[in-house]
């Protein structure tokens, strides 16, 4: 009984950190009952369908009266499951992440808010794409993929076991590379259509220097970003599918 009641807590505290950290899931709109709620089942059913060794191979029975075997194990655990929630969070935030890069460009870096599904300050316009990604993402099972990263975990990294911190840590820094190459490769038509238009604005500067080109310019890149971003919401669908590659490049899937 005592190693099923440990085999319970490793579990419960792999899912607590995973879903402390990963999108939708992590909001601070959600809940903490229907968070509470939902860890304890899933830890319910990963208790019962993940191979533990309790007491003979994964988890040294005397670790059972040795806390600080105990303290280890959990923090091994906790580790593995931020780990693999950061790197879901990373390669989330492609979206938000280009479109901030095209809001600087337009001029909106002051118009911030706060926001309330994750209690940082952002821009209404990520804001907006942002939310308009996660029904996507949603509508197309794609919570699905956190749980499958969650259950296949346990596969690659056992119960009981110490993490591997250069794997955990390669893992995360693979997934802020591809995210930063991700949103630029989402942001580089909209950041060639501002170079067009600041070379432009720079033309008519020296044909009409009478003409006050500062009264002209901030209308004219807010205009041309929000046509840049209407033109880029059709591509928003076919990143969910890019994401779910990612996520099986990078993570146990």
């Known amino acids: 009984m005592p190693e099923t009641l440990l085999g319970f807590v490793l579990v419960v505290t792999r899912v607590s950190g995973f879903f402390l950290i990963v999108p939708v899931f992590g909001w601070q709109t959600v809940p903490v009952q229907t968070k509470i709620a939902v860890i304890v089942l899933i830890s319910l059913f990963l208790t019962a369908v993940v191979p ?11 670790s059972l009266q040795n806390t600080t075997k105990v303290v280890l194990l959990l923090a091994g655990e906790a580790t593995y499951g931020l780990a693999l929630g950061l790197i879901c969070h990373l390669l989330f935030a492609v979206v938000k992440l280009s479109i901030q890069i095209v809001e600087q460009q337009m001029g909106l870096t002051m118009a911030e808010v706060l926001d309330p599904l994750t209690g940082e300050s952002a ?4 804001g907006l794409l942002e939310m308009i990604f996660v029904l ?5 099972n794609g919570h699905h993929l956190f749980l499958l990263v969650l259950s296949k975990s346990y596969a690659a990294f056992p119960v009981g076991t110490l993490p591997s911190i250069p794997i955990l840590s390669e893992g995360v820094v693979i997934a802020g590379s591809t995210m930063l190459i991700a949103a630029l490769r989402l942001a580089a038509p909209m950041l060639a259509a501002f170079m067009v238009l600041m070379v432009a604005l720079a033309l008519l500067a020296r044909l009409v220097p009478e003409m006050n080109i500062l009264f002209i310019s901030m209308p004219a890149r807010i205009g041309l970003g929000l046509i840049m971003v209407a033109m880029f919401l059709p591509f928003i669908n076919g990143y969910v599918t890019e994401l779910a590659d990612w996520m099986a490049k990078i993570l146990p899937l």
């Open 52 to 62: 533990m060794s309790i007491g003979t191979d994964t988890v040294d029975p005397d």
């Open 136 to 140: 996507l993402f949603l509508s197309a």
């Open 123 to 126: 821009r209404p316009l990520s």
